[in-house]
């Protein structure tokens, strides 16, 4: 975690939200700069490799339920971005109690789970990805880039990679920059405050398009600075952007109050607040303890569902299960009490009510990831590997967008005895995982020499081998493809 915290003032020049605000009708016309200055495959690939770094030095949020509502929450925000030629959106989140957020090249928007945590509504929360939104549908950094000098693709990811180690280790961090002269342009790569007013605006109108309250964005300046006034330590977005009553007030005045907020707080984002805070509390008892005064206080649903996760987090999975089936009788298809309650049935070896816990609820949500991931586990763990290879192998579609699901494909296929089924699936793990090509590559060749020393005959092993290679030469295109640019 501490490595996690001295990356962000390195990410700082990737646009941490720090809305300035301006007239809609203020934002001057530049034309559609969206892949103006680099190609979207270099704005794919700059993101690709320094996402790699974020992943090596941070601590990812891997939770299926987590990551799949804040992808949702973004996707609906992408929706109403009215550009055109966008890049898929990967949206993430860090482990981390700091409040900030920030976006990078090729459509990548990372939120800290202290930010998340700090929000007081979905539309606070909206809010923040909707600006991350505008600095990306308006390529801000790109911009910021082309302004200095015209840079290869390795090069722009060699900086950006040099800026991160700087803030892990300053000696091999100050020899880094030197050697990529970027010491000399990280001033430079900061956000403007244009790019800040077009991407607060930009949020702003996707917000209103979208049907959250523009009024979130206020409210979580309010947020912030609350949260100053009643912390020890200070917040980091304000050490650096401190937030006076004068800029709320401004902000309040340039949103449209013609437009009437007639929605509602989701409940699924209440639920995930509540299983982020779960997840942040390293100490099971600590949890249990802290849930066990809650429901006194106040006995609401996410109480007692953070109570029933407490009660998992700790193994009494008996009690676990029975909070949750209350919760159930209120509220029969909340995916989210469904997989509690399939976990705790499985932790209690309770194999058959697990498997019919989900298998009821698939019927309902065919396609929900967090469902399919969630019972492949329980597949896997109880160990009916043919089932397990059968239903991930049904929803593949969904793997593009959720990786995961080739790395459960894998460990299936691996337990069932297909070796080489198994290095295909974890290449396209890797494929598809920020694209490790190098790794995922080594994969496929594995997965083709272990084909090859199949005695007994392998059912359209010649289709097989030529789908392999394909993919093999597909990673090899796009790196010749990109060394010439």
């Known amino acids: 975690m501490r490595l996690l915290i001295k990356i962000i003032p390195a990410l700082a020049i990737l646009f941490l939200w ?82 900030n957020a920030f976006a990078a090249p090729g459509g990548y928007i990372g939120i800290f789970t202290g930010l998340i945590n700090a929000t007081k509504t979905e539309s606070e929360l909206a809010s923040v990805l909707a600006h991350e939104i505008g600095h990306i549908t308006q390529s801000h950094l790109a911009r910021r880039i082309a302004e200095h000098e015209r840079l290869s693709v390795p090069r722009i990811a060699a900086l950006l990679a040099s800026i991160l180690i700087a803030t892990q280790d300053s000696q091999a961090g100050s020899a880094a920059l030197i050697s990529t002269n970027a010491a000399s342009i990280q001033h430079q ?11 607060d605006n930009i949020g702003l109108k996707i917000l209103a398009a979208s049907g959250y309250d523009q009024k979130g964005m206020t409210g979580f300046f309010q947020t ?49 607040k509540t299983k982020l805070d779960i997840y942040s509390i390293n100490d099971p008892q600590k949890a249990l303890e802290k849930y066990q005064r809650l429901i006194t206080t106040d006995s609401n649903f996410s109480n007692h569902y953070g109570y029933a996760l407490a009660l998992i987090k700790s193994g009494r999975y008996k009690k676990a299960e029975q909070i949750i089936l209350k919760l159930i009788s209120d509220d029969t298809e909340r995916i989210a009490y469904l997989i509690a309650l399939g976990k ?43 089932d397990g290879l059968k239903l991930v192998q049904q929803k593949l579609n969904l793997a593009k967008q959720h990786p995961e699901l080739y790395k459960l494909a894998a460990d299936l296929a691996s337990k069932k005895g297909h070796k080489w089924l198994g290095h295909e699936y974890i290449g396209d793990y890797y494929r598809f995982n920020f694209y490790q090509a190098g790794v995922a590559r080594e994969h496929y060749k594995k997965a083709l020499t272990a084909i090859n020393s199949i005695s007994q005959e392998l059912p359209n092993k010649k289709v097989i081998i030529s789908r392999v290679e394909a993919k093999i030469e597909a990673i090899n295109k796009l790196e010749r493809k990109l060394q010439k640019q």
């Open 18 to 99: 720090h809305p300035q605000t301006v007239n809609a009708d203020e934002i001057p016309d530049i034309g559609s700069p969206h892949s103006k200055y680099f190609s979207p495959q270099q704005e794919a690939e700059i993101g690709r490799q320094m996402m790699q770094q974020v992943k090596e030095s941070a601590a990812l949020i891997t939770d299926p339920e987590i990551n799949t509502y804040i992808q949702s929450l973004g996707n609906s925000l992408v929706n109403y971005a009215n550009e055109n030629n966008l890049p898929e959106f990967t949206f993430f989140i860090i482990a981390s109690d700091q409040i």
């Open 189 to 199: 790569l900061a956000y403007s405050r244009t790019a800040e007013k077009e991407a």
């Open 224 to 272: 912030l600075q609350d949260a100053q006034t009643h912390s020890n330590k200070p917040i980091e977005y304000l050490s650096t952007h401190p937030l006076t009553q004068s800029r709320i007030s401004e902000v309040k005045s340039r949103i449209n109050h013609q437009y009437k907020w007639m929605g509602k707080e989701s409940i699924n984002y209440i639920l995930i």
């Open 344 to 386: 705790s049935q499985l932790q209690q070896k309770k194999i058959k009510n697990c498997y019919t816990t989900y298998q009821k609820a698939l019927q309902i949500y065919p396609d929900n990831y967090p469902l399919i991931h969630n019972y492949a586990v329980a597949l896997l763990y109880s160990s009916a590997y043919a």
